[in-house]
């Protein structure tokens, strides 16, 4: 299983895999999305539990960069990235951010359906926002008083998305 590229730079990228077969993996990338001019970078698995990690360099600022790793069994994943622009570029910033979102409960809104294909340079994902409902043991005088009234399908599903009105 192939991981998302992770500690991206303007010119370097750690690529890292799983493998359940102990051997070599090799890692390619490329500028092309066809991997022509590829580029190499093998790495050995001598515990299938731990993951296998190479480190790239003499990457370009700016640039998409198509990878795959084939492990000794011939298992075969890829993936792309993109290292952030040169410092001092002006070239936009795209990214999205979600906290809480349990994949079904938020699934209908564009904002997370289309997440994958909006081109996005990087997503934040928060995990579990805080229950302010309901007191922390971390700081047990506080509580949120809810701001929806019961009964009142709509007003739920404000207050579970944060949308209460303001008075």
Request: aromatic share 8%.
């Amino acid at each position: 299983m192939l991981e998302p590229a992770q500690d991206t730079t303007q010119t370097s990228s750690i690529l890292w895999t799983h493998s359940t077969k102990i051997g070599s993996v090799t890692f390619e990338y490329s500028t092309k999305p066809g991997f022509a001019c590829v580029q190499t970078v093998t790495a050995n698995v001598t515990n299938p539990t731990q993951p296998v990690k190479v480190q790239i360099s003499g990457l370009e600022p700016g640039t998409n960069y198509y990878y795959r790793a084939t492990d000794a069994a011939g298992a075969t994943a890829s993936g792309h990235f993109r290292t952030p622009d040169a410092i001092g570029s002006h070239n936009g910033l795209s990214f999205g951010v979600s906290g809480d979102w349990h994949g079904d409960e938020l699934a209908p809104y564009p904002a997370i359906t289309n997440a994958a294909s909006s081109g996005l340079q990087f997503f934040l994902a928060l995990g579990d926002i805080i229950d302010a409902d309901n007191p922390s043991p971390a700081v047990p005088s506080t509580r949120q008083e809810p701001c929806w009234s019961s009964g009142a399908s709509t007003q739920v599903s404000r207050s579970r998305l944060c949308l209460c009105d303001s008075y």
